[in-house]
Structure formats: structure tokens, C-alpha cells
């Protein structure tokens, strides 16, 4: 058993699975070990989630890591973290939890994001931060608990994110990271916080509840000795805060490999589409949306529109066909329903349907924000099938992302892809008609937990920068482009802007709807 320090461990803490992966120094994957995360949702709106729980899950994934590779903790030369971004982790005396973390998901603050939204000083805090007022977001979830339930924050020593958290646990450090402190509370041009924009959330009588800022590329603090003998790692070894698992994802998956004007998609259960960018060059659109997000590279941001659902939508059209079958009495799986994917798309014609896919009960937040949206189908006639629906929805996905990046300025120069669904062949070829680019799949699987490790990886001094290591960790595993179907594309460009034109004229339906809902809910 060799006892040279050859690996480097990535956490990825997300919403739905909580992972330790392996890497060896080159970035080659060795070994991943997941256990589920749980989190608990209420009728007003909270999704919450334990932090206790949590940090057991992880001394957990990292137990189990260490049963899949022999002499793990000898092995192990650094330990870096990522995790889901946003929601609130409050830690008050002894480091011990005040109450359970509010998530991301939790859209309590809905009523506080609309009034700090009409407020004086939005248009400034939106300048700052390059991010849009959300209810996900730790700022407008610590004002709105300055409103309703000021105890929590008095009680409260500091407010973390859950990256953040494990950290504490790990090293006995509050901190959190240059991503998540500027898009929350700072400016993504300093990556420092900003009085300015804790003055336009109310919260600047809280300053001392924010941790200091560490970058995770640059500085490591060291493993304790009752992390040690929790997680059975060594004590002492270097763990490095890596940045929000959303822009990590795209670290790992090539959205920058020294080339100008990349992007990155992740297709997963939602959308996240980011394109990297030096600071100067963002584009703050007018409707105050969107993240900017920094990359552990210096002056290096990527801006970031997010869809609530994305592969979700294929997951519905695919149940319509398995519910339908099982009332017929046949079984299938969905595994040979998305086999059957390409086969409905050679069989339908393109751009025949609308799709609009804000199929999330939580509505839309990308590129714009409103909590009533919700899916639609327009321009069905009879002689519309099966095939047509899936095809539209496939397309409403690229429509979507573009209108994502339409948001971020111009069509990025290449597309690359990551996530749950981007292998599929019908998708990668809608979105690369839809923004007329280049499409290229990152062959990583875990590229959230690569991201933190490269990040580690250099703070180590495995790497003389991180441009070195994407040029080893990242860029040998984008297969190579696809260019966009040239009679593909202008279907698509003719397409798009009643896509665009109906999306602006939903609002309307949406809120009456909503009122419906209610009413039929208070019946």
C-alpha cells in the first residue's frame, strides 16, 4: 500500500445526493461514494434542511470513500468543497445550529423580495452584485427573517451556506468563499462585501453575522483532530472552501479553457447556463436578473441565468407515455421510453409547436422571475401526435436557454454541455440550432466535485495556476464540437421570437391561474 499523497477528494454537497469523489493528481476519477440528502418542505413555502444531518452525511460519504480505495487518508493530499449556493445556515454559539438551514428552494421570502425589489436602492445593489433579488437567496432570506423573526438572527453568530458549514466542521474556520459573499452581499469586481448593498437589503446592522472570505484556489486551512477522527482522514491534511457548486459544475466541465466568449450549460433536473466572461464585459440587463458569479481565476466572472426546470420537462412527457401504458396493462421503463427519444424526434417535424418549460411549481427565475409561470403547449391542431409533444418540448428547452443567453448579450461563440441529460444526441442538436453555435459534452461525470478538487489542487501547489490545470483536469475531456444543423437553424431563428413574444404576454394568464388555485385551495 503506498503512502505518497496521490489524491485529492471533492465534496459536492447538493440538493438531491451528497457525494465524495476520488481524483488522482492528473485528474483522472477514481472512486465516488453518495448517499441521498433529505430535506423537509412545508405548506408556507420553507424547504429546510439539518445541518447536523448533513454533517453526518458527509463524515458518512467520506467512510465510505475510504472503504472503495485502500489507505484513503494516507493518500489524500487535499480535501476540497463545493455545495448547493444560496438559503441561509445560521450557526450561533459553540458552532452549534440555530434551528434547521433555509434552502435555496424555500420561497418564504417572497413578499420581502417584492418590496426591497421597489425600493430606492435596488438598481445600485443589482450594479454591485450582478445578481437578481430571489427568494433562494441568503440576503433576502436574512431580511425577511429581520422582519417576521428577528430571534433567529439575534441568537445567531454567523450565516453560512452549506459549503460553508461543512468547512466549519471540517477545520473549525467561518468562512465562506469570494462566489458566494460577492453575488450575496458584495461586488463580483472586488469580491469583497459592499456597505451598499447590505444598506439596500436593511441588513447592515447584521455585518457581523458575515464570515470572512477565503479563496479556496489560494488557501488551505487544516483538518482538526475531531474531524479527523470523525470522517478517518489524517489530521492536519489541507482543506480548501472551493467556490458555489454552480459555477464549480462548469469549472469541471470546460466553461473556460483559455479560449474568449465560452459558455456552459448544466442540464440537469434544472438549467443553469453560464458563460464566462472578465469583469468588465458583463452585460446587467435592464429587467435586473441573472448571477455574476466569480471563477477562481482571477478577474474571471461567469454571468449566470438559471430555468427552474429543464430535464423535469422531459421527465413529465416521458410519464404521460408510461402512465398511459400501464392503464393499457403494458409495462415499460423509463429507460426504453428515452431510448425511444431520437426515434419520436426523426418522426415529428421541427418548430410546428410552442413549449414554454416552466413546469417547476415554483415558477420561473430565468431570465426572468415570476413564481406564478407555469408550462404551456400553443398551436396544437388535430393533426398533432405524441411525437410533436416530445419534439416541442425538446425544443422549448433550447428556446429557453436562449432566451437565457439572449439575456447575457450575444450567442456564445461554443456551447459546452454537462449534466444529467446533455448526452442525448436530440438535445445537444436543438441547442445547438437554437443558439446557431458549436456544441461540445464534457465526458467528466462529477464535475462539481473536479471543480472543488482542481481548485484545491492548486492551492496545494499541484499547479502553478488553475489555466494549468483546466489544461489537464478539463479541457482533454470535451469531445469534439458539433456544429449547428444549417437547415435546422433558421426554423429555429423564425421560431424564436413568438416564443419570446408569448412568454411576455403569459404574465396575465399565470396570475389568474394563481388566484384560481387559491381559491380552489380555500374551498
Known sequence: MTESRDIIIGIDAGTSVIKAVAFDLTGHQLACFSVPNRYDTGPDGSVTQSLSQTWKDCVGVLRGLSVKIDGLAKRTAALGLTG????????????????????????????TVTRLAAEDGERARFEATGTGLNTCQQGSQMAHMQDHTPELLDRAEVALHCKDWLFLNLTGVRATDPSEASFTF???????YDDDVLDALGLTARRNLLPEILDGSQETRPLTRAAAEATGLLEGTPVSLGYVDMVLTALGAGVHTGDTDSACSIIGSTGVHLRAVTSDKVHLNAEGTGYVICLPIPDLVTQVQTNMAAALNINWVLA????????????????????????WMARSDPGTLLYHPYISEAGERGPFVNAD???SLIGLTAKHRYPDIVRAVIEGLGMATRHCYEAMGPMPAELRLTGGVSRSAALQQVLAACLNTPVRVSAREEAGAAGCAMMAAVAIGAYGDMEACIAEWATPLLNPPEPPDAALSPIYDSLFPSFRAATGALPPIWAGLASHRARQAAA
Open 373 to 375: 409561470a407555469r408550462a
Open 84 to 111: 448547493q449556493g444560496d438559503g441561509t445556515w445560521l450557526v450561533g454559539a459553540d458552532d452549534q445550529p440555530i434551528g434547521d438551514a433555509w434552502l435555496w428552494l424555500d420561497a418564504r421570502a417572497a413578499p
Open 186 to 192: 458584495g461586488n463580483f469586481r472586488t469580491r469583497h
Open 320 to 343: 404521460l407515455a408510461e402512465d398511459l401504458l400501464a392503464d393499457m396493462g403494458a409495462t415499460t421503463s423509463h429507460a426504453d421510453l428515452v431510448a425511444r427519444v431520437d426515434d
